[in-house]
Structure formats: C-alpha cells, structure tokens
Nanobody
Framework: EVQLVESGGGLVQAGGSLRLSCAASGFIVDDYAIGWFRQAPGKEREGVSC????????TFADSVKGRFTMSSDNAKNTVHLEMNDLKSQDTAVYYCAASAGGCSVVAGIEGLFSAWGQGTRVTVSS
C-alpha cells in the first residue's frame, strides 16, 4: 500500500525554522517526484516545492525561494522540507505528495500527484 506520512509541523515564531518530513512506504521516493503543497485558512492549496527522484533537482515557489530547501534521505525513504525565516503567511497545513512525473512537468500541479499524505499543520506567530 502506498502511503505518505508528514510530520514536523508545529507552532513557531516569525523568523524561526521548522523541518517537515514526509515518510514514504509502499514505493521508493527515488523513483518519484515528491512535492510539498500547502493550504492556508480560507485559501486554495498551492504548490510549494518539488524534488525529482531521478536527479534530486528541486523547484520552489517564488514565495519560499531562498528560505526553503528540500532533501531526500534514501536510507529512510523520507523527504524533508527545511523551512527557514518563517513568516506569518507560511501558516498552513502542509501536504506531501508523490508523482510519477518529473518536477519540471508536475511541480505545483495537484492533479499530477497520485498519492497524498494527511498533512501537518504549521503555525507561524508574528
């Protein structure tokens, strides 16, 4: 069974950092693109970042570029999202998702991601 489980969310002050993790089971993350999406209260879900399994290249939304990074831990079949210099507008539920396509094609496009986690909440206080 394909499963993604997010963890690492919480409450943090503006300017702080959090590290989200996305643990995968039922498939190997290196064989897929893993994307992070977020949904803020009252807003639509938006793409945040993506890491390609083939070559570990990453893409980021303009709103998080320079503050967020992604990495893959092959031994644990887990992908991380390191979030630095957090702002109140980063407050959202963060979801990871898997796609058979590469990030250059699927990044930010929900419909191209077939497996989703349950989400982890991030709250940034100002």
């Amino acid at each position: 069974e394909v499963q993604l489980v997010e963890s690492g969310g919480g409450l943090v002050q503006a300017g702080g950092s959090l590290r989200l993790s996305c643990a995968a089971s039922g498939f190997i993350v290196d064989d897929y693109a893993i994307g992070w999406f977020r949904q803020a209260p009252g807003k639509e879900r938006e793409g945040v970042s993506c890491i390609s399994g083939t070559d570990a290249t990453t893409t980021f939304a303009d709103s998080v570029k320079g503050r967020f990074t992604m990495s893959s831990d092959n031994a644990k079949n887990t992908v991380h999202l390191e979030m630095n210099d957090l702002k109140s507008q980063d407050t959202a539920v963060y979801y990871c998702a898997a796609s058979a396509g590469g990030c250059s094609v699927v990044a930010g496009i929900e419909g191209l991601f077939s497996a989703w986690g349950q989400g982890t909440r991030v709250t940034v206080s100002s």
